[in-house]
């Protein structure tokens, strides 16, 4: 048994601090493009606000976007509520509201983490582009906390939360990465096979952190296999078909309703999500639009999240008479 | 390596003040020998250093509070001194059994207020004192709360005089806040001073939660075996809410916000991932006027709408119960000592702080006579807030005050400007004397608790005399030592002589 607001405030704070880590590795595979970029032309910050889908209110603030711009925008824009600055400190207040379930050690790290951002907010945005290791912070403390969630709380109701809202909120980041990224290098069905831009992919796949892994499944880089790899790898984590399995596990073991049947609306969007992934296949997904493909994927897995938010933190008295 | 030895106690001067650790002449008291001792074999780098790594575990730990004038919201650690305030053991049986003395004629108190006011028809204590009272309750009258206690949480204020006489200063019989800095101090204090502290045998605190939570499934209305416990807060914008999570995280049990809790079918319920769970035993740490919309402020959104109408009906036990506010009342406080003789038939082992009422005529004029000599306080505000100390007031202020008081003479009392006792602190770069209050904490339950030692407030601004955290105090561990002496006593005695004056 855990408080409808308790497994709120859980599922949320995983997904920011998931949210903020997402940023930060965005931000540091574009820095590193940026130094082999040999072609002017090129502005690879543009794609990371594409990504957020907050375009327009980035736009109407800074106009056109430029490494400072996109980084001030993404980092420490205090106002934006999706900049690392705002994801940390509202995952800390979420962990604040929530000490009494969390383990100290998490909260001692996500308490840490917000005075690290705070100090660097501080410094201001060409202080950290000067000395850019924080980024790189920002990824490894992402991980770190995860990591210590694993290995101090207890794998009951609050971690199942925990985890479903971060690998929900990852499964979001990558596809939306892969749509913004494919789109800019394929604009169209008809260009598969055109000359593309190997750092582009690779970077794509950095930014996933998925490079690697890639390199040991393919070996070649082609614009199929990483839709192959990033939405229908079973076994890297932060793949689409990966997350939404393992969100599906953490759903059913909170309810203990047997995986392959539903007892509320959360199970059975779910698991109608996690069925259309696992029966899909690259090139039929590349040949009816990636792009399309993506947006039907984003609107499902807010229905997912809309559902999960109706069956356990909504929830209303229905007095007997 | 030559150790740097400006933080040392020869320097230290005690003045004209009741020191908490030394005697007039500069020698340790009975009790302090050791740590005495112990604090002079330590360079000064040694001493900033624990005082550091003390600090650093309380920031990282998240043991923060908010002040409210901050719009800012920011937190901030409360300022933590690692010398320990030593209390000997002898002295501390004196004040528990006072403090025992206190809280049970209090509980008698608001049985017979919100009951068959025999104190009023005796007239021991004037009706028109307790009606005009802002934290009446007239919607707890002939409420019979579950074991007939009122008051289950108590964090009463000490402080001593020149003279050495320890007061109550208030009783804080509604939300009392502080316990959880007690036990934080504490964790640190003893990764501090290991040695120190088993050699003198310090009495532990560590087993509040427990004495806690045996208090309140003690509460519970019906014979439940399982009584649902949990810890109501206003929320993390709360000041106290390190605090309320805390708490509820050491005892085990459920830490609510008022929109987790709902009532229907004459019950208080929480709302879980798994259905609604029905509860037994509230500690909340929402005041009177939050904790129910539809019985006391409508605009209030932190509390639970009916829970007042089942508390009424024995369905939830709430701690401490609706109306104990009313003791609190400063000009209620002052008859404290007429009814610890009244129910209980006894001297008061504790006395008051002489207090004059301003709605007295006599006492007004006094008052208003000696206002650079008084403090005056509002008689229904707490933390520091609504208060003139008149020695270090301006003519400015005091003139407000007097306005104040004329247009409002309930509302205000005096007492005499206490020369508080003093502690040595860890200055800027020397060893220096601060006052200090002490608040320990007790439980009222089957059997009744004190928690020995409690929380020592420190002003540490230099000659300031106010404590509240909300003010700039800060805090120091508390030990009540025990009566066994070692060694260094006697050692300590001989080679002792710091710069009294």
């Known amino acids: ?321 | 390596m030559t150790k740097k030895t400006v933080m040392q106690f020869k320097n230290y001067e005690v003045g004209d003040f009741f020191d908490e650790m030394f005697t007039p002449e500069g020698t340790p008291r009975p009790g302090c020998a050791a740590l005495y001792n112990r604090l002079t074999s330590l360079s000064d780098g040694e001493l900033l250093r624990y005082q550091k790594s003390a600090e650093r575990a309380l920031l990282h730990s998240g043991i923060t509070f908010q002040v409210y004038s901050d719009n800012r919201g920011v937190e901030k650690i409360f300022p933590f001194d690692i010398i320990p305030r030593i209390i000997h053991e002898r002295e501390w049986n004196r004040i528990e059994e006072g403090l025992k003395q206190r809280i049970i004629a209090l509980n008698l108190f608001l049985q017979d207020i919100y009951g068959p006011k025999s104190i009023l028809k005796d007239k021991v204590i004037p009706e028109e004192v307790i009606y005009s009272a802002a934290t009446y309750r007239p919607i707890c009258e002939h409420i019979k709360p579950p074991r007939g206690i009122w008051c289950h949480v108590t964090g009463t204020d000490l402080v001593r005089g020149g003279d050495g006489t320890v007061y109550v200063l208030e009783d804080n019989l509604r939300c009392p806040s502080g316990v959880s800095y007690v036990l934080e101090n504490r964790r640190v204090m003893m990764n501090t001073f290991p040695k120190l502290f088993s050699d003198l045998r310090v009495r532990a605190v560590s087993d509040y939660p427990s004495k806690l939570l045996d208090m309140l499934q003690f509460l519970a209305p019906e014979q439940t075996l399982n009584p649902e416990v949990v810890v109501l807060t206003p929320g993390i914008y709360n000041s106290a809410y390190f605090e309320h999570s805390f708490l509820a995280r050491q005892m085990g049990v459920e830490l609510v916000e008022g929109r987790d809790l709902v009532v229907f079918d004459g019950s208080v319920h929480m709302r879980t991932t798994s259905g609604f769970q029905r509860v037994d035993v509230i500690y909340r740490r929402i005041d009177d006027d939050f904790i129910d919309p539809k019985a006391f402020r409508p605009d209030s959104l932190l509390g639970v709408p009916g829970l007042i109408d089942v508390y009424k009906q024995g369905r939830v036990a709430l701690a401490n119960a609706p109306g104990t506010g009313i003791a609190d009342d400063k000009v209620v406080y002052a008859y404290v000592e007429k009814m610890i003789s009244y129910y209980l038939d006894q001297d008061p082992i504790l006395p008051n702080v002489p207090t004059f009422l301003c709605w007295q005529d006599k006492d007004r004029d006094h008052v208003l006579e000696n206002l650079d000599k008084l403090v005056v306080k509002a008689a229904n505000e707490s933390g520091g807030y609504g208060m003139l100390v008149g020695p270090h007031a301006t003519p400015a202020e005091r003139e407000t005050f007097k306005q104040k008081i004329l247009a409002a003479p309930r509302n205000y009392i005096a007492q005499p400007t206490l020369a508080l006792s003093r502690v040595p602190i860890i200055g800027d770069d020397r060893l220096e004397g601060r006052h200090v209050d002490l608040r320990p904490y007790i439980l009222y339950g089957e059997s009744i608790y004190v928690l020995p030692g409690g929380l020592t407030r420190v002003a540490l601004k230099k000659g300031s005399l106010v404590v509240n955290s909300s003010q700039g105090g800060g805090s120091k561990d508390s030990w009540v030592v025990a009566e066994h002496h070692n060694h260094h006593e006697t050692q300590a005695q001989t080679q002792a002589a710091p710069g009294g004056s």
Not at chain 1, 50 to 71: A, R
Not at chain 1, 279 to 286: K, L
Request: with cysteine; charged share 25%.
């Open chain 1, 1 to 321: 048994m855990l408080l409808s607001r308790v497994a709120d405030s859980m599922y949320w704070m995983s997904r920011l601090v998931e949210r903020a880590e997402n940023v930060a590795r965005f931000i540091d595979v574009t820095w590193n493009i940026m130094l082999e970029q040999r072609d002017e032309s090129i502005n690879a910050w543009a794609p990371l606000i594409h990504v957020t889908g907050d375009y327009e209110l980035f736009e109407k603030k800074h106009g056109e976007p430029t490494m400072e711009s996109v980084v001030e925008f993404l980092t420490f824009d205090r106002e934006y509520p999706h900049s690392i600055y705002s994801c940390v400190r509202q995952a800390r207040e979420n962990a604040r509201t929530i000490r009494e379930v969390i383990s100290s050690e998490m909260w001692e790290y996500l308490n840490r983490l917000y005075l690290k951002v705070s100090d660097h907010a501080a410094l201001g945005t060409q202080a950290v582009l000067d000395s850019h290791p924080f980024f790189t912070e920002v990824r490894l403390a992402g991980n770190l906390f995860n990591g210590i969630t694993d290995n101090t709380l207890s794998h009951g109701e609050a971690w199942h939360f925990g985890r479903m809202g971060r690998l929900l909120e990852r499964a979001d980041k990558t596809s939306r990465m892969l749509d913004v990224k494919y789109f800019m290098l394929l604009p169209s069905v008809t260009d598969i096979g055109t000359p593309y831009d190997e750092l582009q992919w690779i970077a794509l796949l950095r930014s996933a952190s998925g490079y690697e892994m890639y390199r040991k499944r393919f070996g070649r880089i082609t614009p199929l296999n990483i839709v192959n790899f990033l939405v229908l790898d079973t076994y890297f984590p932060r793949t689409l078909l990966y997350c939404v399995t393992k969100s599906e596990e953490s759903l059913h073991r909170i309810t203990g309703t047997p995986l392959g049947s539903f007892s509320n609306v959360a199970e059975q969007r779910m698991g109608q999500l996690r069925s259309e992934l696992a029966f899909s296949s690259a090139p039929e997904i590349i040949s009816r639009g990636l792009h399309e493909f993506v947006d039907l994927f984003q609107s499902r897995l807010n229905a997912v999240d809309e559902a999960v938010y109706k069956t356990f933190f909504e929830l209303r008295p229905t007095p007997s008479a």
